[in-house]
């Protein structure tokens, strides 16, 4: 093989970035893993030297990736920190934190990131619609990522949940478990993911053949508390009591949730007023965090597909030149449903929906 192989055909016979490229040959990647091995190999195949290596990359490198997020403990950030991390460092870097609550804030941290030079920044922004940082003046600067939120910037890359698949793959589940009259308990639709889904319901029931009534889809925070005062009102009997009940007709056989806490102050309602799940209603929620598993009955919920969306934020860093892009890249994975005890009634046919055993 002829000597004047360029850095790009050693990336794509290796299946890298020229970044990592550089990284391998030059020594600063000292991790001796299946990357390093396929880095060397195309190499050798190539007959590729270091030298060339060294003038094909810009020379203000430094290993370092930007992550900003809002609030390091919310749910989604933290487990996209957890599978970042380990990508970021497979790829010979480090990964610098800046954290932001508000548009103004995560300006500021952006702009600290650019001074140290930082080799791309992802940003996960404030969950609030009026709280997005202005995205498009940073394009050309750095290779930029946007993870999930609003799509208000349009020249910046954005990964990130489908939540309109979201909303069809839990009333597909619902429908495929016998439940044909739905509620839906929606987030405040002052954020992007919960307009989305509170926009897809209605349409979606109609489509799938389903029904809900006015009253069934509330809007409200998401709290345990405000899961459990709803699923009161719709259950209870105008009378009162745990021991009476509504009429079938008039209340729903299945409650979609706009988090796992509503969720679990539905069940938790539920069961006072001594209503079977699920053999009489069917409960899901979204996020599925750590009490689903727990609660009784375990919950059915949603999962972000958490990994897709961090190795694509990788895939646009890299490959971006952080020139501007009239058309940047626009990629929503859609959910996985982990189906569990809340929802576990026979269903009617077949379906392909994820199971909690599937999972693992």
């Known amino acids: 093989m002829s000597s004047t192989s360029s850095i790009t055909d050693v990336a794509v016979l290796a299946k890298v970035s020229k970044a990592t490229v550089s990284r391998v040959l030059s020594g600063r990647r000292a991790k001796d893993d299946d990357i390093a091995r396929r880095v060397k190999d195309a190499a050798d195949q190539l007959n590729y030297q270091m030298n060339a290596a060294a003038s094909a990359l810009r020379s203000n490198t430094t290993t370092t990736i930007g992550l900003i997020a809002a609030d390091p403990t919310d749910a989604f950030t933290a487990h996209m920190l957890a599978e970042l991390e380990p990508m970021v460092n497979d790829d010979g870097r480090q990964l610098l934190i800046g954290i932001g609550a508000d548009a103004q804030t995560q300006a500021d941290r952006i702009e600290a990131m650019l001074g140290r030079q930082v080799d791309g920044i992802a940003v996960i922004p404030p969950k609030h619609n009026s709280e997005l940082p202005d995205l498009d003046r940073y394009v050309g600067r750095v290779p930029l990522v946007q993870i999930g939120g609003p799509t208000g910037a349009l020249h910046v890359n954005w ?40 926009g897809t319901f209605q349409p979606s029931i109609s489509t799938l053949g389903l029904m809900t009534q006015p009253g069934w889809t509330t809007v409200g925070d998401t709290t345990i508390a405000r899961g459990y005062a709803d699923a009161m009102r719709l259950f209870a009997a105008p009378g009162g009591g745990s021991s009476s009940r509504r009429s079938e007709r008039d209340t729903p056989e299945g409650v979609i949730c706009a988090t796992d806490d509503v969720a679990i102050g539905v069940l938790m309602a539920l069961n006072q007023l001594s209503v079977g799940v699920p053999d009489e209603v069917k409960v899901a929620g979204s996020g599925d965090a750590p009490i689903c598993a727990a609660a009784k009955p375990s919950l059915t919920s949603t999962r972000p597909p958490y990994h897709l969306i961090a190795r694509e934020t990788m895939r646009l860093l890299n490959a971006s030149s952080g020139k501007q892009h009239w058309l940047p890249a626009h990629v929503a994975f859609p959910q996985q449903l982990v189906q569990r005890d809340s929802t576990s009634s026979p269903r009617l046919g077949s379906s392909n929906m994820t199971s909690e055993e599937d999972e693992e």
């Open 159 to 198: 990964v990130g949940v489908d939540e309109t698949a979201t909303i069809k793959l839990m009333l597909a589940h619902m429908a495929a478990h016998n439940a044909r009259s739905i509620a839906f308990l929606s987030g405040d639709i002052d954020t992007d993911a919960a307009a989305q889904r509170f």
